[in-house]
């Protein structure tokens, strides 16, 4: 008597996926960018955070070098931002926002 119940393919790694099955779950898994692309994405989000971390000192107490400091955040800021923005990938630090 025949069984219509199908085998696993011979080729399904140690998970029982295919090769098919882990180059569909790989691509839909990662954001691919580029390297500058990448750059620009670590440098706002350095520059987000000392910005933070600079602006929520009490303006009184802030030295020269840290006041510079934060405009210098935000100026690495406004590049990365500007960069994001002409590649067409400012999704990738506005999804937290």
């Known amino acids: 008597m025949a069984s219509n119940i199908l085998s696993a393919p011979q080729c399904a790694d140690r998970q029982g996926l295919t090769l098919a099955d882990r180059l569909a779950h790989e691509a839909a898994s990662h954001v691919r960018v580029n390297p500058v692309v990448a750059r620009e994405v ?6 987000s955070a000392r910005y933070t971390q600079l602006a929520a000192m009490d303006a009184r107490r802030i030295t020269p070098a840290e006041f510079d400091a934060l405009a210098t955040a935000r100026q690495t800021m406004a590049i990365a931002r500007a960069t994001l923005a002409a590649a067409g990938q400012l999704h990738l630090i506005e999804a937290g926002q």
């Open 42 to 47: 670590t440098r706002f989000e350095v520059a």
